[in-house]
């Protein structure tokens, strides 16, 4: 279905004009009233929430502004999860952001400008457009990470974010310039038309556009090798800023992904689907094995991600190995299953690090969470449903997307390289589960510091109930996953059905 109203893109436009009105309101209200502007930001997450669901009640599949921008259910269920997570992390950040003086207008209208490249991201239908988005997303974090001006660690921290990500920016720029050379169009429909019919100029200009696209991908992803940015990122940005990170531009890489990969450049699946494979199973490798010897959670946790976004990968390796329309539509919700439910989980661990926070004093060491069972038993047991999702143990959600994923891979006939790749991916989950278990042992068998067990935990009573509706979500979809899973689903096969 084709539009040309600005009705398509109507949670965008709600975001542009309310990010705009935030910006220019919070010149007017002082450090002591920043409430204020902290309210507008709810309401227009709320507001732009309820514009996505709007969208997706009508389980279109929309085309506007020239063919430049796609509304479909895939990318309605992610942007409202990318909504969710930067609503989560404000909600969180109100006492850490206080004590540091970061508490500010800069703070609310860089998150929204980050979730309108983010949202531009997951509903591109054109080259430029993914392009345009990704940098007005890119350009909003890096300033996020270096908000602590007076900070050495932020101002590195984001030195190295920006160098690295202006290099990855530039990678998937130069790609996309080759597979516009190869192929004379920048829309993702055209692009794959032309693939499949064989128009194209030269087949060596597009693979080589194909090698740069997925380099360019794997720095935004954090995968092996191009994961440097990751350790050093998560560890000196702010812990809000690093929530933030771990979450929500996930969602993005992931729709950008499945729209050049999988919409745009399928028949040639059978030449990046090699690179992927090998990315996926470096990333597993490397990201567990160095997972192991991180006394810093936030370095371990950006090992984590490294490791579960090899799990993503392989999500997305089975569904261009499936024959059914059924069996691709449903690797690919798998891939977009666990991805949801990796952010939900992300989200709580750093939630529980930023309670354990306070002035003068960052939670970040995994000594910091030494005897919290005994300080508080229900965020102690919040933190264990996270990292028993994280490692895969029952009955959290965790164990049943890591499931998905394997039986996505091995539901096509079982070739001889799929039962390695999810031989590999068992093997070094079990590893991962050393590390994950490590924290619960050192909450409920460690004695706390005194100085710790003489600090009551402060936090706003918004914040408490964000984290333990966050930890429950993680049991309850544990048990009862086939909603997600078939949201997920439907939202994918529709997509693809076009």
């Given at each position: 279905?084709?539009?040309?109203?600005?009705?398509?893109?109507?949670?965008?436009?709600?975001?542009?004009?309310?990010?705009?009105?935030?910006?220019?309101?919070?010149?007017?209200?002082?450090?002591?009233?920043?409430?204020?502007?902290?309210?507008?930001?709810?309401?227009?997450?709320?507001?732009?929430?309820?514009?996505?669901?709007?969208?997706?009640?009508?389980?279109?599949?929309?085309?506007?502004?020239?063919?430049?921008?796609?509304?479909?259910?895939?990318?309605?269920?992610?942007?409202?999860?990318?909504?969710?997570?930067?609503?989560?992390?404000?909600?969180?950040?109100?006492?850490?952001?206080?004590?540091?003086?970061?508490?500010?207008?800069?703070?609310?209208?860089?998150?929204?400008?980050?979730?309108?490249?983010?949202?531009?991201?997951?509903?591109?239908?054109?080259?430029?457009?993914?392009?345009?988005?990704?940098?007005?997303?890119?350009?909003?974090?890096?300033?996020?990470?270096?908000?602590?001006?007076?900070?050495?660690?932020?101002?590195?921290?984001?030195?190295?974010?920006?160098v690295l990500g202006s290099l990855a920016s530039g990678f998937l720029l130069y790609g996309m310039s080759m597979l516009y050379g190869a192929t004379g169009t920048?829309?993702?429909?055209?692009?794959?038309?032309?693939?499949?019919?064989?128009?194209?100029?030269?087949?060596?200009?597009?693979?080589?556009?194909?090698?740069?696209?997925?380099?360019?991908?794997?720095?935004?992803?954090?995968?092996?090798?191009?994961?440097?940015?990751?350790?050093?990122?998560?560890?000196?940005?702010?812990?809000?800023?690093?929530?933030?990170?771990?979450?929500?531009?996930?969602?993005?890489?992931?729709?950008?992904?499945?729209?050049?990969?999988?919409?745009?450049?399928?028949?040639?699946?059978?030449?990046?689907?090699?690179?992927?494979?090998?990315?996926?199973?470096?990333?597993?490798?490397?990201?567990?094995?160095?997972?192991?010897?991180?006394?810093?959670?936030?370095?371990?946790?950006?090992?984590?991600?490294?490791?579960?976004?090899?799990?993503?990968?392989?999500?997305?390796?089975?569904?261009?190995?499936?024959?059914?329309?059924?069996?691709?539509?449903?690797?690919?919700?798998?891939?977009?299953?666990?991805?949801?439910?990796?952010?939900?989980?992300?989200?709580?661990?750093?939630?529980?690090?930023?309670?354990?926070?306070?002035?003068?004093?960052?939670?970040?060491?995994?000594?910091?969470?030494?005897?919290?069972?005994?300080?508080?038993?229900?965020?102690?047991?919040?933190?264990?449903?996270?990292?028993?999702?994280?490692?895969?143990?029952?009955?959290?959600?965790?164990?049943?997307?890591?499931?998905?994923?394997?039986?996505?891979?091995?539901?096509?006939?079982?070739?001889?390289?799929?039962?390695?790749?999810?031989?590999?991916?068992?093997?070094?989950?079990l590893i991962a589960a050393f590390y994950y278990l490590r924290i619960v042992k050192t909450m409920y068998f460690d004695e706390p510091t005194p100085e710790a067990?003489?600090?009551?935990?402060?936090?706003?009573?918004?914040?408490?109930?964000?984290?333990?509706?966050?930890?429950?979500?993680?049991?309850?979809?544990?048990?009862?996953?086939?909603?997600?899973?078939?949201?997920?689903?439907?939202?994918?096969?529709?997509?693809?059905?076009?």
């Amino acid at each position: 279905m084709s539009s040309l109203g600005l009705v398509v893109a109507l949670p965008e436009m709600v975001l542009l004009a309310a990010a705009s009105i935030v910006l220019v309101v919070d010149l007017f209200v002082s450090d002591e009233r920043r409430n204020v502007t902290y309210g507008l930001t709810m309401l227009t997450l709320l507001l732009v929430g309820v514009a996505v669901c709007i969208s997706l009640a009508r389980n279109e599949v929309v085309v506007g502004f020239g063919g430049m921008y796609i509304a479909d259910p895939m990318g309605h269920v992610l942007k409202l999860f990318a909504i969710f997570c930067s609503g989560f992390m404000l909600i969180c950040a109100q006492s850490y952001a206080r004590a540091r003086g970061i508490w500010k207008g800069e703070l609310f209208s860089l998150t929204l400008f980050t979730l309108l490249g983010i949202m531009l991201m997951i509903s591109a239908n054109n080259l430029l457009v993914i392009y345009l988005g990704l940098e007005l997303q890119s350009l909003s974090m890096y300033a996020l990470v270096a908000l602590r001006r007076d900070d050495p660690r932020a101002s590195e921290a984001a030195m190295k974010y920006f160098v690295l990500g202006s290099l990855a920016s530039g990678f998937l720029l130069y790609g996309m310039s080759m597979l516009y050379g190869a192929t004379g169009t920048l829309e993702i429909d055209e692009l794959a038309r032309r693939v499949a019919g064989g128009q194209i100029v030269s087949r060596a200009s597009l693979l080589l556009g194909i090698v740069f696209v997925i380099a360019g991908l794997g720095f935004k992803f954090g995968v092996v090798p191009f994961h440097m940015w990751a350790p050093d990122v998560y560890q000196g940005a702010p812990t809000p800023i690093t929530l933030l990170i771990s979450s929500a531009p996930e969602l993005a890489i992931f729709a950008i992904t499945f729209r050049i990969l999988v919409e745009g450049l399928l028949p040639l699946a059978i030449d990046w689907q090699k690179v992927l494979a090998l990315l996926a199973v470096a990333s597993l490798v490397l990201g567990n094995l160095t997972a192991i010897a991180q006394s810093n959670l936030k370095r371990m946790l950006a090992y984590s991600t490294i490791a579960q976004m090899g799990f993503v990968l392989l999500a997305m390796l089975s569904g261009v190995t499936a024959a059914d329309p059924v069996a691709i539509a449903g690797s690919y919700s798998a891939a977009m299953f666990y991805l949801i439910t990796y952010a939900l989980t992300s989200l709580g661990t750093f939630g529980v690090m930023l309670l354990l926070s306070r002035r003068g004093f960052e939670a970040e060491e995994i000594a910091d969470f030494r005897g919290l069972a005994k300080r508080s038993p229900w965020y102690a047991f919040v933190m264990l449903l996270l990292m028993f999702s994280l490692a895969g143990v029952p009955p959290t959600v965790g164990l049943y997307a890591k499931l998905v994923v394997l039986q996505a891979l091995l539901s096509e006939g079982a070739t001889i390289a799929a039962v390695s790749l999810a031989v590999i991916a068992v093997l070094f989950s079990l590893i991962a589960a050393f590390y994950y278990l490590r924290i619960v042992k050192t909450m409920y068998f460690d004695e706390p510091t005194p100085e710790a067990a003489a600090t009551p935990l402060v936090a706003p009573t918004d914040m408490r109930v964000a984290l333990s509706i966050n930890g429950i979500l993680v049991l309850v979809l544990g048990i009862l996953p086939q909603y997600l899973l078939q949201l997920c689903a439907n939202a994918m096969t529709r997509t693809l059905g076009g």
